[in-house]
């Protein structure tokens, strides 16, 4: 590490200003902040010192993907190895998903990354942290066959609408990879929904099994066919789905890792999770349909319901900011997901439109959470100033009865 240190330091005058690379001084600064933690300080004003910085930060939630990540990859050999009927090795079929998957990381940070760095140069500043993580949750949050000019499409709007218009990371108001997935979602509709696009090769439909279905559980569910997986399939990820969504037990690892380094809000996932059951409870209740009468607790184990609580909902930028707020919009978060699963049959799964909707009235809700604290302040003040001179009486009375 000491030579690559000596290595920029040698090369950093070109990048600065007056230097021959002087317009790529965002891009140098890009690499070299992500290699090494810069030692900058604040000179002048208030400011907050912590351990880690924002590149530091991303590079956390990225390790805490990777158990999706790769299990994602394993999980679409392995259906691929179903519908054609093949068997093959652990290996084999990892690297069969490998191939798969990666090129869509690949479109998804090169898209990603170059538009960051464009805004970057064009605006004379930093590039932007928080796309480390998005260049991950994209590919995580895509069916294995979706094409990859779509990849590139979404993420570059994901990227340009989503954020830069609103100035950048940490401004945005909607979470980038599911603005991505939503514009996907919209656009081309045949690459995000049926039976085809969960597993690699059945859009193609060469060489598959007689009768093979792709359909995920939730896809089942709303065409009314009971065919769910066993409850162990479900929560290892031996199902159809998204690339990262289908394992409960790698996504909680996950969990574990931001929570561990207290980077992911607990009191949103756990708020997100209870209102995501009081919901299926209450459907529980009615089960006038066959959705309906799906036992609360399953919800958790098919979609991508997990996957949005831990990842997507916990965004620090575009969920609420305070801290009563945080319990109010994981709870509306885990509701309003299980309400759109139940009542939208074009679209069973539906903590992507939850979250996007919540991330909009995240604002407002800490706009009431802060307009409530006032209010009791002000209340608590008001009794304060009632009690001064009751107060001053009691203690002048026992003084001029003594003096007495």
Known sequence: MNSLRKYLDNIKPNFEKGGRFEKFRSTFDAFETFLFVPDKVTRSGSHIRDSIDMKRTMTIVIIALIPSLLFGMYNVGFQHSLATGNTSS?????????????????????????????????????????????????????????PLWTVAISTAFAVIIGKEVFGGTGMNILNPALTARAFLFFAYPADMTGDKVWVAGLKAGKNMVDGFSG????????????????????????????????????????????????????????????????????????????????????????????????????????????????????????????????????????????????????????????????????KRYKQAELLKPLSTDTIKEPSHEYSK
């Open 215 to 378: 359909a995920t559980p939730l896809g089942n569910l709303a065409q009314n066919i009971h065919k769910l997986p066993d409850h162990m399939d479900a929560f290892i990820g031996f199902i159809p789905g998204s690339i990262g969504e289908t394992s409960k037990l790698a996504i909680l690892i996950g969990a574990a890792i931001l929570l561990y380094s207290g980077i992911g809000s607990w009191k949103i996932m756990i708020s997100t999770l209870v209102g995501g059951l009081v919901m299926g409870l209450i459907f529980n209740t009615f089960a006038v349909n066959d959705y309906m009468r799906l036992p609360f607790y399953e919800h958790l184990l098919y979609g991508g319901f997990m996957f949005g609580l831990v990842f997507m909902a916990t965004d620090p930028v575009t969920a609420a900011q305070t801290e009563r707020g945080k319990w109010i919009y994981g709870f509306l978060t885990g509701m309003l997901a299980i309400i759109i699963r139940v009542f939208n049959p074009a679209y069973p799964e539906g903590v992507m439109l939850a979250i996007l909707l919540m991330n909009v009235f995240a604002p407002l809700i800490d706009y009431f959470v802060v307009e409530s604290n006032v209010k009791k302040r002000m």
């Open 90 to 146: 652990f290996w084999q079929l990892f690297g069969f998903g490998f191939l798969k998957v990666f090129p869509i990381v690949v479109v998804s940070y090169v898209v990603g990354l170059s538009i960051e760095f464009i805004f970057a140069q064009v605006r004379g500043h930093e590039v932007n942290e928080g796309f480390l993580v998005t260049g991950m949750l994209i590919p995580l949050v895509m069916p294995v066959d979706v």
